[in-house]
T-cell receptor, first 111, second 114 residues
Framework: KAGVTQTPRYLIKTRGQQVTLSCSPI?????VSWYQQTPGQGLQFLFE???????NKGNFPGRFSGRQFSNSRSEMNVSTLELGDSALYLC??????????FGNGTRLTVT | TQLLEQSPQFLSIQEGENLTVYCNSS?????LQWYRQEPGEGPVLLVT?????EVKKLKRLTFQFGDARKDSSLHITAAQPGDTGLYLC??????????????FGKGTKLSVKP
């Protein structure tokens, strides 16, 4: 069974630009969650999607948004990038409220 | 203030030594999970503890959930270089919430030298 796949693995963007990250969950998993990981703050919850609906949202500004498609694949978007958005963005999927399976993340660097 | 406080933040030990990592909170959790993360990879679930006072063993790793469900510990016996990594505790928040919405401690970075 393939794991959670995140693309791209690495991304370099300039301040003010926007970025879209993609996540393909494990087959059959309908819940997808996104997390931001930084050395200073650790792992912080961004949002969770289930059956194309946002179920929970973390304490991040409106520049961070996401969506989920009918095949459970998910994307997150960050607009007007700031230097502080540099981080590892992790996607995780789960089934029936079971524990999360994480992908290997997208490393975003904002210059 | 972190809802889940992990200690120590860093730990460097020799192969064969024992160690304990702590995860503490002033709040009650419905369950706590422990993950291990290696550089360049996502966290991998080690265990979930659900019942207060519960002890779970995974080979040389022993996990305990506090009686009041506010804290947990991870004990590693005879550590090996392969145990090196970032150990994270996490729990669903708010209480009883979705498993997809986890709050994490900042982690304990363990280095085991041969």
């Amino acid at each position: 069974k393939a794991g959670v796949t995140q693309t791209p693995r690495y991304l370099i963007k300039t301040r003010g630009q926007q970025v879209t990250l993609s996540c393909s969950p494990i087959s059959g998993h309908r819940s997808v969650s996104w997390y931001q990981q930084t050395p200073g703050q650790g792992l912080q919850f961004l949002f969770e999607y289930f059956s194309e609906t946002q179920r929970n949202k973390g304490n991040f500004p409106g520049r961070f948004s996401g969506r989920q498609f009918s095949n459970s694949r998910s994307e997150m978007n960050v607009s007007t990038l700031e230097l502080g958005d540099s981080a590892l963005y992790l996607c995780a999927s789960s089934s029936n409220n079971s524990p999360l399976h994480f992908g290997n993340g997208t490393r975003l660097t904002v210059t | 203030t972190q809802l889940l406080e992990q200690s120590p933040q860093f730990l460097s030990i020799q192969e064969g030594e024992n160690l304990t990592v702590y995860c503490n909170s002033s709040s009650v959790f419905s369950s706590l999970q422990w993950y291990r993360q290696e550089p360049g990879e996502g966290p991998v679930l080690l265990v979930t503890v659900v019942t207060g006072g519960e002890v779970k063993k995974l080979k040389r790793l022993t996990f305990q959930f506090g009686d009041a469900r506010k804290d947990s510990s991870l004990h590693i016996t005879a550590a090996q270089p392969g145990d090196t990594g970032l150990y994270l505790c996490a729990g669903p928040w708010p209480y009883g919430g979705s498993q997809g919405n986890l709050i994490f401690g900042k982690g304990t970075k363990l280095s085991v030298k041969p």
